[in-house]
């Protein structure tokens, strides 16, 4: 089984957006923080389970789970997992945020 690895970037992110929801509606960010873990966990078991963005090109080895509003990107790599980066789904992605905070590239 794969190990989750939340890089700080995406953690941070995921702390943004979720303070932000929480403004409005507290229960409604609780309750998205423990569907993208677990959403997150099951992909222990199967790593392969997210869709390829449609924004990047195949050669690319990202990922993404889709929970919304967010939309969490990671790569696989042996037996770990590398959670990268969570955004918000109306944003654009940028795709040169993957590569930085990714220092394997692609």
């Given at each position: ?6 890089t ?23 309750a998205l ?19 390829k963005?449609?924004?990047l090109?195949?050669?690319f ?13 990671y790569r696989?790599?042996?037996?770990k ?22 220092s394997s590239?692609?």
């Open positions: 089984m794969a190990q989750i690895v939340w700080e970037s995406a953690l941070l992110d995921l702390d943004g957006i979720v303070e932000y929801i929480a403004l409005d509606k507290y229960t409604a960010a609780e923080v423990e569907d993208i873990f677990s959403r997150v966990e099951h992909l222990k078991k199967f790593p392969d389970s997210g869709r963005p449609p924004e090109l195949r050669k080895r990202y990922r993404e789970l889709i929970v919304g509003p967010c939309r969490i990107f696989t790599d042996e037996s997992i590398y959670v990268l980066y969570v955004m918000r789904s109306e944003k654009l992605l940028r795709k040169y945020i993957l590569s930085d905070r990714d590239g692609s």
